[in-house]
């Protein structure tokens, strides 16, 4: 099956500073997204991004669907961006099979 | 937020007993997913619906089956809980007709089987 793979696992940023989550799949996907999980368990929508690039803020990302892989990005990082983000992508057969990745755990101190 | 609940939040039950939780949408989307999450894997399918008494096997589905008789309601039940389905669950809702694949999630449920 499919395997979709995060690196890196954890990162730990001082307050302000920029980073980049990268996200590999091994197949052809119809759609991917981005969540960040925050330290009370909550799953929050960051991006759906099939493909191109999206901004939100002070996130970012980017996924080049021909070469298998997505980046996030987090400028000018904050504490309340501690937590984990997931990546996840649906299958060509039917799109509403979901693969997530193990995550990347990051904690930004103060 | 998407309007989606998840009852009970927390759980506690004995090896053996049936356990029944629930997903309830406000959101009238079609598509409606079991997912368990479990340290050191992220969060893997269980069980997924595509419409009302519609519904197919993910990647985790040994020892769970769902049921969804309303367009707003998903039903997950562990027939016999086992202490290796010890997990936080959490249910998603999609909808394709709206022309993306996005899932939304509810809180989650907590379920420590003894």
């Known amino acids: 099956g499919i395997q979709v793979e995060q690196s890196p696992p954890d990162l730990i940023l001082q307050e302000g500073a920029n980073s980049t989550l990268r996200c590999n799949f091994s197949?052809?996907?119809?759609?991917l997204q981005w969540f960040h999980q925050n330290p009370w368990g909550q799953l929050i929508n960051l991006f759906y991004i099939p493909s191109g690039t999206k901004q939100n803020g002070r996130l970012s990302a980017t996924t080049v669907a021909t070469e298998r892989y997505s980046l996030l990005y987090i400028s000018s990082s904050q504490t309340t961006d501690s937590g984990v983000y997931f990546c996840?992508?649906?299958?060509?057969?039917?799109?509403?099979?979901?693969?997530f990745g193990a995550g990347t755990r990051l904690f930004v101190k103060a | 937020d998407a309007g989606i609940t998840q009852s009970p939040r927390h759980k506690v039950t004995e090896t053996g007993t049936p356990v029944t939780l629930r997903c309830h949408q406000t959101?009238?989307?079609?598509?409606m997913y079991w997912y368990r999450q479990d340290p050191g894997h992220g969060l893997r399918l269980i069980h997924y619906?595509?419409?009302?008494?519609?519904?197919d096997k993910g990647e985790v589905s040994d020892g769970y089956s769902v049921s969804r008789s309303k367009t707003e309601d998903f039903l997950l039940t562990l027939e016999s809980a086992t202490s290796s389905q010890t997990s936080v669950y959490f249910c998603?809702?999609?909808?394709?007709?709206?022309?993306?694949?996005?899932?939304?999630f509810g809180p989650g449920t907590r379920l420590t089987v003894t």
């Open positions: 959101e009238n989307h079609r598509y």
């Open positions: 996840a992508v649906g299958l060509n057969t039917g799109g509403f099979k979901t693969i």
């Open positions: 619906s595509y419409g009302v008494k519609d519904t």
């Open positions: 197949d052809s996907v119809n759609n």
């Open positions: 998603a809702i999609s909808d394709p007709g709206q022309g993306t694949y996005e899932q939304y």
